[in-house]
Every structure is written in C-alpha cells, then in structure tokens.
C-alpha cells in the first residue's frame, strides 16, 4: 500500500484546508485509516482515524467540532476538512492505513504534508 498526502499550506487563522491521501497497491484490504499530526518539537499523535466502510469515525478532542475525516472507498482516497483552524494546529500531517494480513497487523504511512498556521 502507498500513500500520498497533498493540500497542506500556510493558511490564517480560523482559516480552512483540505488535506487529501491517496492510496494505492492493495487498497481492498485496508480497514482502518486516519490522520496523525506531529506539532513543531511535539510526540506525533492522532488527529482522527475512520474505519473502512466510513461508518466510524474518531477524533482528538482538540480538533473535535472542526475536523472532519472522510473516505471515498470508490477513489481509494481519505480526506481531512479542517475548519476554525488554529495556530496550535500547525504540524506535520500524515496518513496511514492499516491492514490484516495473515494474521500480521501492518501499518503504512504518508510522507507528510506541512499545516502552518498563522496568527
């Protein structure tokens, strides 16, 4: 499975943006997929994550009410509406998606897409 995020960008305050991740390879075996963030000097942590038919979705309390994950199985790609943005959400964003294979968990992840925003 390859990921590969786009859509990150400088953007102002209470601002929005888009970020998108396409995946390839052998996507029909995906379950799980999300987004993880790593903050400037700051531990990568989960930003939200969806499960593969859509119908579950979870997501940190900080971006609760203004993030909202989406997944298009027909497209391969999961998306990530971030609206109200804030200058604590400027971080590094990743996608990763997870599978089952034999038994084994495996996990895949993006390169990464840089979220700044001002002030």
């Known amino acids: 499975v390859q990921l590969v995020e786009s859509g990150g960008g400088l953007v102002q305050a209470g601002g929005s943006l888009r970020l998108s991740c396409a995946a390839s390879?052998?996507?029909?075996?995906?379950?799980?997929m999300g987004w993880y963030r790593q903050p400037p000097g700051k531990e990568r942590e989960s930003a939200a994550t969806i499960t593969s038919g859509g119908g579950s979705t979870n997501y940190a309390d900080s971006v609760k009410g203004r993030f909202t994950i989406i997944r298009d199985n027909a497209k391969n790609t999961m998306y990530l509406q971030m609206n109200s943005l804030k200058p604590e959400d400027t971080a590094v964003y990743y996608c990763y998606a997870a599978r089952v294979v034999a038994g084994v968990h495996l996990q895949y992840w993006g390169q990464g897409t840089q979220v700044t925003v001002s002030s």
């Open positions: 390879g052998s996507t029909f075996s995906i379950n799980a």
